[in-house]
Structures are given as C-alpha cells and as structure tokens.
Nanobody
Framework: QVQLVESGGGLVQAGGSLRLTCVAS????????MGWFRQAPGKEREFVAV????????YYAESVKGRFTISRDNGKNTVYLQMNSLKPEDTAVYYC?????????????????WGQGTQVTVSS
C-alpha cells in the first residue's frame, strides 16, 4: 500500500507561482510512474502531468504545457509540480497518483494510489 501526501497548495494571484510536493511512503517509489491530476468544482478530474519512474520521460496536458514542470527525487520519495504563470482556470484540487508502470498514463484508471489532494486557488 502506497500512501501519498500532497502539500504546497494555497491562494495566489494570477501570474504567480506555486510548487506542489507529493511524498510517498513506499520504499520502492522509484518503480512507480507518478502523475498529477486536478479537479475543479463541478468538473471531472483531469490529467495534468506525468513522469516516468526514472524521471527521464514527462508528458503534459496541453492546457499547462510550457507553464508547469513535473519532476521527481527518488532519493526523497518525492514528486514535484512547479506551476508558473498561473491562471484562474487552474483553480482546482490537485492530486498526485502512483502507477506501477514505467511511463505512466494520462488516464486516471492507470493509477492505483492517490493522495488526498491540495487546494490551489488562483485569483484574478
């Protein structure tokens, strides 16, 4: 069982930055691809970014490409999401997720473990 704990959310003005952190309990963290998803009020959960277990492969949703960067530190069992140039439409609860897979996926069904989420609110 992998436990994931996100942090780093908060309130920021449009154009600002936040860095989300997700720490995993699993000592074999390096064998999991890690993804970030988000869910805005009244909307379905959507894919944001994914990173392979080695950290060499990344993939982003079109809506965040060029503004968000996903990275990981396997020595610290941690995955990050650096979010720059934030927009009001980025407001959502952000979740990290783990998939026992090399490259991961943009589909939430590929992920076996989820964190509790962290709120990001971007004011205009």
């Amino acid at each position: 069982q992998v436990q994931l704990v996100e942090s780093g959310g908060g309130l920021v003005q449009a154009g600002g930055s936040l860095r989300l952190t997700c720490v995993a309990s699993e000592r074999t963290f390096s064998r999991y691809a890690m993804g970030w998803f988000r869910q805005a009020p009244g909307k379905e959960r959507e894919f944001v970014a994914v990173i392979s277990w080695s950290g060499t492969g990344t993939y982003y949703a079109e809506s965040v490409k060029g503004r968000f960067t996903i990275s990981r530190d396997n020595g610290k069992n941690t995955v990050y999401l650096q979010m720059n140039s934030l927009k009001p439409e980025d407001t959502a609860v952000y979740y990290c997720a783990a998939a026992r897979d090399y490259s991961g996926s943009a589909y939430s069904t590929a992920y076996s473990y989820w964190g509790q989420g962290t709120q990001v609110t971007v004011s205009s």
